[in-house]
């Protein structure tokens, strides 16, 4: 029996990944390989590459607070940001305004609104140069969106950096990578918790853990904008809903609020992962236990006669 953790896209939300590889490893609960989408595949190779949390922990908290990513100015990125949930006043709206302009003009010439050569530079405080899949200690892939072609890539071979690269490339704001023809964005797109893809490669019992952020009737829909981006953030969810639905266990970090580049946050994710991994940690003891493995067989099948999407598997 294969049991695999698939761990969802969130940015800094992230960390609460690590609370639930905490928890699990507390309990001594074994899995065989992640699969992660965006922040997820940051962790999960990470993880595998290092095998201490705690320095997995230090590593990411100290990119996060590096001048690289100071000089992101990523808060920026967050058109509708009001500090809070009162109304922001008049100078705060026109501000928004001023800088979502700036921002579409930029989007408009460029290819993204980071470049290359810092988010190159921001994975090199993290990775080694040249670290490859091949050098973890266990194995791990992300998923990207290829837009040429509409597939989803699970990527298990090759350079890490650029995998990682890949799996976080938020449209528009990071720079896409090309690999093998294909351009390559964040797999959050279409998995934003890669469950399916934990089956077709072979898992029969999967660990879900959603650190990303449901669609708030309380964000603002004052434009155009703002309302077709909650149209579809409702068309997302709906897909990822399902995803989550093929899971044996789902854990949801109390983290929504978190905003996604709010780097101080990083103490608070982590403990919220590690209790909410501890609140259902019975439950996954029951879906990990090789007793219930011939009740979940005919249901991993299902999943393979009826995926989701469209796969080009690199492993």
Not at 85 to 101: C, H, N, P, W, Y
Not at 208 to 232: C, F, H, K, N, Q
Request: hydrophobic share 40%; proline share 4%; with cysteine.
């Amino acid at each position: 029996m294969k049991v695999a953790l698939a761990l969802g896209g969130g940015s800094v939300r992230g960390f609460a990944h690590l609370g639930v590889l905490e928890a699990l490893k507390k309990h001594d609960i074994k899995f065989d390989f992640i699969v992660g989408t965006s922040a997820g595949g940051i962790i999960g190779t990470l993880y595998a590459f290092k095998k201490d949390i705690y320095e997995c922990y230090k590593v990411l908290e100290n990119a996060a607070h590096s001048e690289i990513v100071k000089e992101m100015k990523l808060q920026n990125y967050k058109l509708n940001h009001q500090g809070d949930k009162e109304d922001a006043g008049r100078i705060q709206k026109f501000l928004s305004t001023v800088r979502g302009a700036m921002l579409l003009r930029k989007s408009l010439v460029h290819r993204s609104m980071v470049p290359v050569e810092t988010i190159q530079e921001f994975f090199e405080l993290i990775y080694p140069r040249g670290l490859t899949f091949e050098d973890l200690e266990m194995p791990v892939y992300t998923v990207a969106l290829d837009i040429i072609s509409g597939k989803d890539v699970v990527i298990g071979t090759g350079e890490v950096i650029k995998a990682v690269r890949a799996t976080s490339a938020i449209p528009g704001l990071l720079p896409p990578v090309e690999l093998d023809g294909m351009i390559l964005v964040d797999g959050g797109t279409t998995q934003k918790v890669p469950v399916e893809s934990a089956y077709l490669l072979g898992a029969d019992v999967v660990i879900a853990v959603d650190v990303g952020r449901d669609p708030s009737p309380e964000d603002p829909l004052e434009s155009g904008l703002e309302i077709m981006w909650r149209t579809e953030d409702w068309s997302n969810y709906r897909l990822h809903l399902k995803q989550l639905s093929m899971a044996d266990v789902v854990l949801k970090p109390r983290i929504s609020h978190i905003e996604w580049y709010d780097t101080d946050a990083a103490e608070f994710l982590f403990k919220e992962g590690y209790e909410e991994a501890l609140k259902k940690i019975d439950e996954i003891k029951r879906a990990t236990s090789p007793s219930l493995f011939r009740k979940l067989f005919g249901r991993k099948k299902k999943f393979y006669q009826e995926p989701l999407g469209k796969y080009v598997i690199l492993k």
